[in-house]
């Protein structure tokens, strides 16, 4: 099993083929996005990972990766393709697995009796099922028989290049064959973190039980924030003493929740077990309302109606370029529909518009504000914090605290 060729190579893919290709593995990466390839052809990694440029220099060096637009035969196909959600004509959350399909059908064509298919995005339950019946079509090889694991990525965007190799990896086989094969695979790229096999939905499960748990828990912090707020005192203090308590560990408050993970994975669980997921939906509707509540604050602190009001942040946490689902967007556009004039302050996305909010850099933005909110802590905000703090503001996460 020496070429592997990695399907997808966003904030997942191209981090994982860059550290297959690391362990020794000859590996293409292949994506669908002209851009993408054109881009990682030019040596030039398309999205802000600490390390990746220069894991990715030494990696095609190496002479052990490279890019293509064409799916060839390889001995393992991993799949990181998007797994978005949708709202359908009811409002009713549904996941979108148009990608993981096509990544399958386009795979299963190339596929042998032998090949390793390892499905690495984050899926609803029994998706690796649909998966290994798509593959089976395209090949005409019985389902049973073909090597199919999905083995969720679970690592946090800024320190991916260290978690490839450190978390532990859930391997969730549908034969024993792909148990061993997957598990051979990951022995020889994991340092400190060791495989733990299991079945397919059962990791499925784990993945989204993960990213639950922590928007369960986000939504408490953002309960009290709120209780809080009503009562006239401070979160922050507030959740830092409880803390202090040896059993209790409360998240921090925020805007709301954002990114391609913990925003969308609960409506995976909830989509399937409408009746019994109360607490998920619960903590889901929590945190999407939250933004609201913010843009409640910004409007009942500002001065006059003409106030120009800055949003620090647009990603969805600190020092990432990541923008999707961001509760901080929500925020600009809740204040824009009351006619209130916005600019923002993302580092990390390009200076112009985004998504229909002027984005400006820091010095300038502060000149032109008259409210500030600080939705997350970039470096760049905590080393002006003094500055920031001058300025009437709203802080959703606790950053101009000064003790
Ligand atoms: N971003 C994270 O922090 C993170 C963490 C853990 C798990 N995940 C999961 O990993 C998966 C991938 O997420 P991501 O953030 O890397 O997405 P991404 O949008 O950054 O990248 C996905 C890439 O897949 C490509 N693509 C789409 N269809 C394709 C196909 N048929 N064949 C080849 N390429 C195709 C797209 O062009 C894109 O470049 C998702 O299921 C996500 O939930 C993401």
New binding site residues.
């Given amino acids: 099993m020496k070429k592997i060729t990695v399907?997808?190579?966003?904030?997942?893919?191209l981090p994982t083929a860059i550290t297959l290709a690391g362990a020794g593995f000859e590996v293409c990466g292949?994506?669908?996005?002209e851009r993408?390839i054109e881009s990682l052809r030019g040596g030039k990694i398309h999205?802000v990972e600490p390390g990746l440029q220069e894991a990715f220099d030494k990696a095609v060096e190496g002479g052990h990766l490279h890019f293509s637009g064409e799916l060839s035969p390889a001995d393992v196909f991993y799949i990181?393709?998007?797994?978005p959600f949708y709202q359908d004509e009811n409002g009713a959350h549904r996941a979108d697995l148009r990608?993981v399909e096509?990544?399958g059908r386009?795979a299963g064509k190339v596929i042998t009796k032998d090949s390793l298919v390892i499905l690495?995005?984050?899926?609803p339950p029994r998706t690796t099922e649909m998966l290994a019946r798509v593959l089976s079509e395209e090949s005409g090889l019985p389902a049973e028989s073909l090597h199919v694991a999905h083995c969720?990525?679970?690592?946090?965007?800024g320190n991916m290049m260290y978690e490839l190799k450190n978390n532990d990896r859930i391997i969730g086989a549908r034969t024993p064959e792909a148990a061993r094969m997957a598990k051979e695979i990951y022995d020889c790229v994991l340092e400190k973190g060791v495989c733990r096999v299991t079945d397919d939905v059962t990791a499925e499960m784990c993945k989204l039980t993960e990213n639950t748990f922590r928007d369960v828990n986000i939504a408490y912090a953002n309960e009290l924030s709120v209780i809080c707020d009503k009562m006239g005192i401070n979160v922050f203090e507030l959740i830092k003493l409880a803390n202090c308590h040896p059993r209790v560990n409360i998240l921090n408050p925020g805007v709301g929740v954002g990114?391609?993970?913990i925003a969308?994975?609960p409506w995976f669980i909830y989509e399937q077990f409408p009746e019994e997921a109360k607490v998920i939906h619960a903590s889901r509707m929590r945190n999407e309302n939250k933004p609201r509540f913010v843009a409640e604050k910004v409007l009942a602190g500002m001065k006059k109606v003409s106030d120009t009001v800055l949003v620090l942040g647009l990603s969805y946490k600190p020092d990432v370029d990541?923008l999707r689902e961001s509760p901080s967007i929500e925020l600009c556009h809740i204040l824009q529909e009351k006619g209130v004039r916005v600019v923002a302050c993302e580092p990390f996305a390009p200076a112009g518009e985004v998504s229909g909010i002027e984005n400006l850099p820091f010095d300038e933005a502060m000149q032109r504000a008259d409210f500030v909110v600080v939705t997350l802590g970039h470096a760049l905000f905590q080393e002006n914090a003094a500055r920031i703090r001058e300025k009437p503001h709203f802080d959703c996460v606790g950053m101009l605290a000064e003790n």
């Fill in positions: 399907m997808g190579l966003g904030y997942i893919g292949f994506d669908v996005t993408v999205i990181a393709v998007p797994t990608f096509s990544a386009m690495e995005s984050t899926v969720p990525e679970r690592v946090i965007p990114g391609h993970c969308v994975d990541d």
